[in-house]
């Protein structure tokens, strides 16, 4: 059975492949504007033929499908000593959100680029689009391997929920750091270092029974926004 287009036995060949093209597309969008970046022009500036660039990619938002499984990739690369030597929660959550900053940083100027498609609801470049699941779900995975390797003590019905809910704090970062314009992102950054002691307060508080009704009404409503238009939920 011939394989659908994007769907590639995934060989060190064909990764390499894949990421060659993923890096001239971005570098691409960069220089030309997402818009006037065209499937032809990304294959002929990677070398490669035009039916090879739609073996591996679909289309151009498939293109920006494969960047945000490269970023969420070398994420959990970038963390991954942190999250092995550090047990206490908020300095695992800072260094996994300054790792982002890290890793997402060449692309900063891609990201004024293409959010104004990212930020359609109903593109399939969105966040919270199903083609955008598996980076996602990748992310969410993260911040709960920054929860559950720490020794932080969470009230047992807003457990289950936090890591999902730092992913949508991680999500008002980014917004943040696509319109930052301070070297290094300096701004963002201390966004960064203020907010995590504020989150690791709550969470902290969220376990005493006077606070508790309050933080579990919280992660009902989140919940209830977040998931209101799936349906299977």
């Not at 064909?14 to 001239?24: D, F, N, Q």
């Not at 490669?48 to 994420?75: C, M, P, T, W």
Request: charged share 25%; glycine share 4%; net charge neutral.
């Amino acid at each position: 059975m011939a394989e659908s287009p994007g769907t590639v036995v995934r060989t060190p060949k064909s990764e390499a492949t894949r990421t060659l093209i993923v890096e001239t597309a971005l570098r691409l969008f960069q220089e030309n504007g997402y818009a006037k970046t065209t499937m032809r022009a990304i294959a002929k500036e990677a070398g490669v033929s035009v039916g090879n660039a739609y073996y591996y990619f679909s289309s151009k938002e498939q293109l920006v499908q494969g960047f945000y499984d490269r970023i969420a990739e070398l994420h959990e690369r970038a963390c991954e000593h942190a999250l092995a030597t550090e047990r206490e929660f908020a300095p695992r959550l800072r260094a996994v959100m300054h790792g982002w900053l890290d890793v997402a940083a060449p692309f900063h100027e891609f990201g004024k680029q293409f959010f104004v498609n990212a930020a359609d609801p109903d593109s399939p470049l969105s966040p919270f689009s199903t083609d955008s699941s598996p980076a996602r779900e990748a992310q969410i995975a993260l911040h709960r391997r920054v929860l559950d390797g720490s020794t932080v003590k969470v009230d047992t019905e807003l457990r289950p929920e936090l890591p999902e809910l730092l992913w949508l704090y991680e999500m008002g970062v980014v917004l943040f750091w696509v319109h930052d314009r301070s070297p290094d992102c300096r701004k963002t950054r201390l966004l960064i270092d203020r907010t995590v002691p504020l989150i690791d307060r709550v969470i902290g508080l969220s376990r005493l029974r006077l606070l508790r009704p309050v933080t579990r009404d919280i992660v009902r409503l989140i919940g209830d926004l977040v998931r209101s238009d799936d349906p299977s939920a």
